[in-house]
């Protein structure tokens, strides 16, 4: 079977799971309450105590939610009334689409040619955000609600549903907007792995006081609003983030809060979407306004380099075109962003035109990253071990068509079991 009919087939059967109309309920007592909801509590705390300092912010919470046009969330009661407590950036892009490149691109600094939501990882060679963070003893986790446990592998997680207990179980969590978890240099190292951890453990980690410096949070799929609507997800963010707002545990003078979505809903236009800067770190001044620097995905890596002076991963993230820091950061770091002219803006909306290491369409293979770019941090490019050095941009070969071949790329697992179950519990190593 080609990977585009398992792509289409593993499609429907979502769209059916989410077709029933919805409202909004908590999952919990609070954001800060463990819940049976999220299947198991958390057995442990991190125990980060050191703060790196960074020259803005000591902590960066990025919080993903899904397939929405600018206008759509900026017209909307609780993301203007959210607006006005940050920076509101109006010309903030995805860098493709589906959903599942953009999360990589934000971690990797490039989505390899990825033009759908299949299973996929990223080989240990590949470098992403996290060995820069390590590089400077920067703490990090990422928060999935709805994962079942630490390090839960599989493609999907369907709980009882909380909304309707009588209704089937529900697709809640799902890998592919998980984006620590398709990285192996994540995934397969004991070190790292139960640092992709429950939406229970955040609880338990703010309320000890170690939630760490970098935090990536993805909502579950009714509350981001994928199968939803953009009022449900305002719900879940008057019941999430906005106590948390004025809870010292999580938001202090040296906190960023990013609140961004993954891409547009409508594909035929740029792939701008709503993005705001909160949080205390953002200065007082700055409240209620517009910044209309051009900024992508690849603007969150490039402004954690600057503010934390790190390495940089020698892609996207440093290309000046699309890396902008943000300018509140930029000002105070000194980092020069750069004025791209409006006709050389690229379209963002592209889909399947990359070739990369991770699409059969235009398969080629994994390239080194570019050691002579300069990011927006000191240092250089980071290397992880394994890495060919021989395999750069400039040298790939051209482009071949794998699917002509019925062949997926060799980064692609089958995303269902013969016997139809969405859940695959194949535990930490890869399954092949
Ligand atoms: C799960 O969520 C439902 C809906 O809000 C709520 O009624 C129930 O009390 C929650 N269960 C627990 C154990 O918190
Ligand atoms: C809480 O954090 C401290 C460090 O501040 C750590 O020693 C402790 O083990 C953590 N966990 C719990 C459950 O208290
Ligand atoms: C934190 O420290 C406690 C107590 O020493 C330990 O049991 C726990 O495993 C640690 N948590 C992590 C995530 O390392
Ligand atoms: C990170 O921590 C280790 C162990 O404590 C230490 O040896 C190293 O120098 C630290 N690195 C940086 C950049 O601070
Ligand atoms: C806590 O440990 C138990 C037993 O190993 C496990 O079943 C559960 O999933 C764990 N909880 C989390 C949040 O990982
Ligand atoms: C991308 O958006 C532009 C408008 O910015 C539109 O003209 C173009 O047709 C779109 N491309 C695709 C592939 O939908
Ligand atoms: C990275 O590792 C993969 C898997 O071993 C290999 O196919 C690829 O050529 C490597 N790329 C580089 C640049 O080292």
Redesign the pocket.
């Given at each position: 079977m080609t990977a585009a009919l398992l792509a289409a087939i593993f499609c429907s059967i979502r769209l059916a799971d989410a077709a029933s109309a919805q409202s909004f309920v908590p999952p919990s007592k609070g954001p800060l309450v463990q819940t049976a909801n999220y299947t198991s509590f958390s057995n442990?705390?991190?125990?980060d105590t050191t703060i790196v300092k960074g020259k803005v912010f000591d902590r960066i919470i990025q919080i993903w939610l899904e397939n929405t046009d600018f206008e759509t969330a900026a017209s909307t009661s609780v993301f203007e009334a959210i607006a006005k407590q940050g920076v509101l950036f109006t010309n903030y892009n995805a860098v493709t689409h589906p959903s599942e490149p953009n999360y990589v691109a934000a971690i990797g600094g490039d989505f390899f040619g990825m033009a759908d939501d299949d299973m996929y990882h990223v080989p240990a060679n590949i470098s992403c955000v996290v060995d820069l963070l390590e590089d400077k003893n920067i703490s990090w986790a990422t928060y999935q609600e709805n994962m079942p446990t630490d390090a839960f592998y599989g493609m999907i997680y369907k709980a009882p549903n909380y909304a309707s207990p009588s209704s089937q179980p529900y697709p809640y969590y799902v890998r592919k907007h998980n984006p620590l978890m398709i990285f192996d240099a994540v995934s397969q190292d004991s070190s790292r792995i139960?640092r992709i951890r429950t939406f229970n453990d955040f609880a338990n980690d703010a309320v000890n006081g170690t939630l760490p410096q970098w935090v990536f949070v993805t909502p579950n799929m009714v509350n981001d609003a994928h199968d939803t609507t953009i009022d449900f997800a305002a719900s879940f963010l008057e019941y999430w983030l906005l106590p948390l707002i004025i809870d010292p545990r999580v938001n202090s003078e040296n906190t960023l809060i990013l609140l961004t979505f993954d891409e547009t809903e409508s594909y035929g236009i740029q792939n701008r979407i709503y993005t705001v800067a909160l949080g205390g770190a953002v200065p007082e001044n700055l409240h209620g306004t517009e910044d209309d620097t051009l900024y992508t995905h690849y603007s969150s890596l490039s402004t954690v380099q600057s503010n934390w002076d790190l390495k940089s991963l020698g892609r996207q993230d440093t290309n000046p075109a699309v890396s902008n820091v943000f300018a509140f950061v930029a000002e105070q770091t000194g980092f020069q962003n750069t004025q791209v002219p409006v006709d050389h803006i690229p379209q963002f909306n592209l889909t399947g035109v990359a070739s990369g290491a991770l699409t059969s369409a235009n398969f080629v293979p994994f390239a080194a990253p570019n050691l002579d770019a300069s990011g927006a941090g000191s240092g250089g490019v980071f290397r992880r071990p394994g890495l060919d050095m021989t395999i750069t941009d400039d040298n790939l070969p051209p482009p071949v068509d794998l699917s002509a071949l019925d062949t997926a790329t060799p980064w692609q697992m089958s995303p269902r079991t013969s016997s139809g179950s969405m859940i695959i519990p194949c535990g930490n190593a890869a399954c092949a």
């Open positions: 442990d705390t991190l125990n139960n």
